[in-house]
């Protein structure tokens, strides 16, 4: 059994073949799960590398020396507020990376501004706002001291979207 439970909005083709696969693993121990995880990890860096070339930019090989900087912990570390100013502490080598990395893609392309950071957070803030509120409306805010999101003030999506 399970613990994933039918999802009567998802095609039956998909549902039958998602809780297969759910039943494997149910059935596993954490050892045998964990081992099923790094085969299927090696199994599609050999697709993607050795079997295919993805004409999608964003399943292309990635720059090596790219890949071991997000694997480092770059990649899924949160970085809220501009340099110099973040909302977390412990990130000054963070900010730095992200003063360098805007410089050389304003060079690179030209540009007078550059921004490289990941703004999805962000984006599904503020697309959850627009589908739940209307420009001018009222909305409670925690403060950042007690989980508040800086998307949720005056600065963020919030402000942008007129809350």
């Known amino acids: 059994m399970t613990a994933l439970e039918n999802r ?3 095609p039956q083709k998909c549902e039958t073949y998602i809780h297969n696969i759910a039943a494997d693993t149910a059935r596993s121990d954490a050892i045998k799960t964990a081992g099923r995880i790094d085969g299927l ?12 070339f993805n004409l999608n930019p964003a399943t292309n090989v990635m720059n090596p020396k790219a890949e071991r900087a997000l694997a480092s912990g770059l990649g899924s570390r949160p970085s809220l507020g501009y340099p110099g100013d973040k909302y977390e502490m412990g ?11 805007a410089e050389l893609c304003a060079e690179v392309f ?3 501004y ?10 599904s ?6 589908a739940t509120c209307q420009p001018g409306d009222a ?24 809350l």
């Open 41 to 52: 990890i090696t199994r599609n860096r050999e697709i993607h590398e050795d079997e295919c």
């Open 110 to 112: 030209h540009a007078k």
């Open 8 to 10: 009567t909005w998802v």
């Open 91 to 101: 990130l000054e080598a963070i900010e730095e990376i992200e003063v360098i990395c």
């Open 125 to 130: 803030n503020l697309y959850a706002f627009m």
């Open 139 to 162: 909305i409670i805010v925690p403060p950042a001291s007690i989980g508040g999101h800086v998307t949720h003030h005056q600065s963020g999506c919030a402000g942008l979207y007129g």
């Open 114 to 123: 550059a921004e490289i950071r990941v703004a999805s957070g962000a984006l």
